[in-house]
Nanobody, 116 residues
Framework: QVRLVESGGGLVQAGGSLRLSCAVS????????MGWYRQAPGKQRELVAR???????TYEDSVKGRFTISRDNAKNTLYLQMNSLKAEDTAVYYC??????????WGQGTQVTVSS
């Protein structure tokens, strides 16, 4: 069984920074893709950023240049450094580990609130 636990969310003023972490435990198969998703009230969950086992990242357009995704495979941990935060970044942020349709795991989410 795989377990993902996010941490690092909180309340921050616009323009501030937060760093999210996602600790992964259990049986981890590689290669895999890890990602951060977010869901704001009344909206669908959307991809924020993802990173492949080889370290190649991709970003949603609205966070490019502000957010940085990284992973430490030795520590089985995923990170999301969020800078220049905006009110529209307010959401619950979820960590995801994906390899194939039957190896697809989610964390419980961490709330990020940006006050304007």
């Amino acid at each position: 069984q795989v377990r993902l636990v996010e941490s690092g969310g909180g309340l921050v003023q616009a323009g501030g920074s937060l760093r999210l972490s996602c600790a992964v435990s259990g049986t981890i198969f590689s290669p895999n893709t890890m990602g951060w998703y977010r869901q704001a009230p009344g909206k669908q969950r959307e991809l924020v950023a993802r990173i492949f086992s080889n370290g190649s990242p991709t970003y949603e357009d609205s966070v490019k240049g502000r957010f940085t995704i990284s992973r430490d495979n030795a520590k089985n941990t995923l990170y999301l450094q969020m800078n220049s935060l905006k009110a529209e970044d307010t959401a619950v942020y979820y960590c995801n580990l994906y390899r194939r349709i039957d190896y697809d795991y989610w964390g419980q989410g961490t709330q990020v609130t940006v006050s304007s």
